[in-house]
């Protein structure tokens, strides 16, 4: 039999444990990714894990066949160890991706609709109408990385009567995107959008690529959203385009570094909605995960 570490990153009920058990593998359960394993690390088969090898070098399993990520990036794993080793990495692909889009599409709403506005009368008690409420319908979003986040986000704001264009790598005909083009249309696509969207993976070609050259180029009154990493902008050039009233606002769920620093001028900003890391969360994810797990140990265990 296999051996196979689950870290704390995916809570396994017992039930789920005894499937994956059903199916050949002895399970190691390991609550916490940074305390040290009390398991043999040469002994793991495979790990299905979030940031374990930050904590517990890689090269010390040496029989690891299998990564089962529990993120759908894959930024903090040394892809190019496990391709040399025949390590195979599967992400979570797909998992988040519907809970992330209605944050999106949430969180513009907010700025649409003044909801800030409306929450502070409350407290208040104060009975006051806004007559400059925007609407949805008509607008024109360009998202950036359209994988199946950005796919999930287009199909949500194209409810809403948006016209929505995709910038990839990989351009293609899709029926949730008026048209896909490739990454030399971005000044073109994004001067021209109401609501830019950045729903891309972090790689060293992506690291800092939206920055004050871009921000320059949004239209007057635009949203921006970044649900994706936070290290694809330019802190300070993002701090500066909201700060200088040009946007309308933005909607932020990561950041260069988190926690966000208590210091960061993003706090106190009126047009900025601002979350922890939090737009993945969806009470679905952990099935939605689990059938993922157990599809790729299927087709581990056929190779």
Not at 22 to 32: A, E, T
Not at 48 to 61: E, G, H, M, S, V
Not at 69 to 90: C, E, F, P, Q
Not at 131 to 160: D, P
Request: charged share 25%; aromatic share 10%; proline share 4%.
């Amino acid at each position: 039999m296999k051996n196979l570490l689950v870290t704390g990153a995916f809570k396994i009920s017992d039930e789920q444990k005894k499937i994956i058990e059903g199916m050949g593998y002895n399970v190691y359960l390991h609550p916490d990714e940074s305390h040290p394993l009390e398991i043999d690390s040469k002994l793991i088969d495979g790990v299905i894990c979030n940031n374990l090898f930050t904590y517990a070098p890689i090269n010390n399993f040496k029989n690891l066949r299998f990564i089962q990520l529990t993120s759908a990036g894959t930024d903090r794993l040394d892809m190019d160890y496990a391709a040399r080793n025949n390590i195979k990495v599967y992400n979570a692909k797909g998992v988040y991706s519907i809970p992330m889009s209605e944050f999106a599409v949430g969180g513009i709403l907010q700025l649409y609709k003044n909801f800030a506005f409306f929450n502070e009368n409350k407290k208040s008690k104060t009975w006051c109408k806004d007559r400059n409420l925007l609407e949805l319908y008509g607008k024109r979003a360009c998202v950036i990385g359209t994988g199946s986040v950005g796919s999930e986000i287009a199909k949500r704001l194209n409810a809403f009567g948006v016209n929505v264009y995709g910038i990839d790598l990989h351009p293609r005909q899709d029926s949730d995107f008026v048209k896909i083009m490739p990454p030399d249309s971005l000044s073109e696509y994004i001067s021209q959008a109401d609501i830019v969207i950045l729903s891309l993976p972090l790689t060293e070609r992506s690291f800092h690529f939206f920055g004050k050259t871009e921000f320059d180029k949004m239209k007057p009154g635009s949203v921006f959203v970044n649900i994706a990493r936070g290290t694809l902008t330019e802190p300070n050039a993002l701090i500066d385009v909201l700060k200088s009233g040009k946007l309308c606002g933005a909607v932020l769920d990561v950041f260069e570094e988190e926690p966000l620093d208590e210091s960061s001028p993003l706090w106190d900003m009126e047009n900025v909605v601002l979350t922890p890391h939090n737009s993945f969360v969806g009470e679905n994810n952990n099935r939605r995960l689990f059938e993922l797990i157990v599809s790729n140990l299927e087709i581990q265990q056929g190779e």
